[in-house]
């Protein structure tokens, strides 16, 4: 099954040219979206997608849904980037090496269980 | 505006019955709710329902009028989904139902029946209450959810495990008191802080077990209970929503839960009270962390102040502010679909002094149900009051 809109955001994530929605006022919002969801204005924009994020909150978790069996444990960290905020599980960092304001880039990796595509985060090259 | 009353409630003892389906569960909620109230059949005008996961526990949709024909009703009957805030949500519409004068006697309830699927199958159906394409895709579940929350809590404004094992640890002792509770076991900080770890900070003993269970209330007018005699001494006098985005990332504060602050606010206005009347509090504590959020969203206490509430004695049973004298969706249980009913059905039996922890609050006269659905994307509060 194909989700237009999310899919080639993730397809251009892949290719290193992210991107997230800007409307006129500057709110940050992402795909699929006909409007901005902070101030409802219908002209949005593809800005580029900043190259590092700041890991804002994460956990390890042990108890995983059957859509990430292969997986746990895992970390699911939400990180910002410049006006958006992506949620995404962390790779080749160890779990007790990641914390609150770790600098990730983001990328696209496979889910081992269902081999659905996610966004992945990894610890970004200084 | 007509003032609603709460002529009845009722509760299925809140456990695991895999074998029991959703509609014998609540079927004998809305009976015993019905008996409560000891309102003619014929009364009943229509019925607001919450369920959650129906579609896929039982493959049943189109519930209302199963539920109806379950509680020996005849009048239209419509299911509300609003993730854990299902019940709430349909007790709310009940509640303007009676106000705006469409109806004089209705039947709110829930039900959720979710130990027939695995342990696997649960946290699965579960996470389609965060957002699908951005959440459940990175490996968001709903511990998952409110582990991010509570390390963005720590991180803002302190505390740690040991100050949310002290909730578990009192709303484990508030169930022994509580019949319908799914758990009748107290625990001690050091069984929370060494209960296995589902998702960083979270342990097993912050999370709320998988509960089966329905509830039920019945509703009237002022006029129909004086003409009927009725004896319904609690009113509905506030009620309030609020909303937010649906995933995390998209909220300014990870730490806290402005769609509670809203309905909050729109509640004390609507009863016309503030949070210093509130006397005695039912949160929606599905992890522990959720009860310090439903705390300062109700204004009982600042950002910051509420983690350490259960830990001071404040919230406990013999504190000033009781909250989940039930045992809270922590140890009472917390059958999704049904929780915000249940909430209501025991905050009814707190202040009309036929629950099992009444002697804690014998002179409380305004309590406050708070209930949300998914990471409080949807919350929905109410304050009930009892004639002294």
């Known amino acids: 099954m194909t989700d237009t809109g999310y899919d080639e955001w993730l397809a251009a994530i892949a290719d290193g040219e992210g991107y997230y929605l800007a409307c006129p006022d500057g709110h940050g919002s992402l795909p699929p979206r006909r409007s901005c969801p ?75 269980t269902t081999d659905e595509r996610l966004v992945v985060f990894r610890p970004a090259s200084e | 505006m007509t003032n609603v009353r709460i002529a009845g409630v009722g509760l299925t003892k809140f456990g695991s019955h895999p074998e029991r389906t959703g509609r014998d569960l609540f079927a004998e909620a809305a009976l015993a709710a019905r008996e409560d109230a000891g309102v003619s059949r014929d009364d009943y005008e229509e019925i607001f329902y919450g369920n ?23 009048c239209p009957a419509t299911r509300y989904e609003q ?12 509640v ?21 699927l695995g342990t696997a199958e649960v946290t699965q159906s579960l996470a389609i209450a965060a957002d699908e394409l951005f959440e459940v895709r990175a490996g968001v579940t709903f511990p998952g959810a409110y582990a991010l929350m509570a390390r963005a809590y720590f991180d803002a404004f302190g505390g740690d495990s040991e100050d949310l094992a002290h909730i578990a640890v009192k709303n484990h002792a ?10 009748h076991r107290e625990i001690t900080v050091d069984d929370a802080l060494e209960s296995p770890v589902v998702a960083d900070p979270l342990s097993l003993y912050d999370a709320c077990p ?39 990332q998209d909220r300014p504060h990870l730490a806290r839960t402005p769609a509670a602050t809203k309905a909050a606010d729109a509640a004390y206005a609507d009863a016309g009270i503030g949070p210093d009347d509130v006397d005695v509090a ?47 969706l922590k140890a009472k249980g917390h059958p999704v679909g049904a929780t915000g009913t249940a909430q209501v059905v025991e905050m009814t039996k707190l202040l009309r002094g036929d629950h099992g922890n009444s002697d804690a609050v014998p002179d409380a006269r305004v309590g406050v149900t708070h209930n949300a659905g998914g990471t409080v994307a949807s919350a929905v509060v109410h304050v009930l009051e009892v004639d002294r």
């Open chain 2, 83 to 94: 993730a854990c805030a299902s019940a709430g949500v349909a007790f709310r519409q009940a």
């Open chain 2, 96 to 116: 303007a139902t009676i106000r705006s004068g469409a109806a004089d006697v209705v039947l709110a309830g829930g039900m959720e029946r979710m130990n027939n």
């Open chain 2, 282 to 328: 039912e949160v929606h504590d599905c992890f522990t962390i959720a009860e310090v959020l439903a705390l300062e969203s109700l204004g009982l206490y600042d950002h910051g102040e509420g983690v350490g509430a259960a830990a001071r004695g404040e919230t406990t049973r013999d504190g000033d502010l009781p909250v989940n004298l039930s045992g809270g």
């Open chain 2, 174 to 183: 508030n169930a022994m008191q509580n019949d319908y509770a799914q758990f």
């Open chain 1, 38 to 112: 902070h101030c409802g204005a219908a002209e949005l924009t593809e800005e580029p997608l900043p190259a590092t994020g700041e890991v804002l909150t994460f956990t390890e978790v042990h108890v995983p849904a059957p859509n990430f069996a292969d997986e746990a444990p895992y970390v699911t960290a939400v990180a910002s980037f410049g006006p958006v905020r992506l949620t995404g599980v962390v790779r080749d960092l160890p779990a007790d090496e990641v914390d609150l304001g770790t600098t990730v880039s983001v990328g696209v990796g496979e889910n081992a």
């Open chain 2, 210 to 248: 998988i509960t089966d269970g329905a509830s039920a209330v019945v509703l009237v007018s002022d006029d129909y209970a004086e003409r009927h005699g009725l004896d319904a001494p609690v009113s509905v006098t506030g009620s309030g929503q609020g909303g937010d985005k649906a995933a995390l």
């Open chain 2, 52 to 74: 959650f996961m129906g579609e896929l526990a039982e493959k049943q949709g189109h519930q209302g009028p199963v539920m109806a024909e379950a509680a020996g009703l005849d």
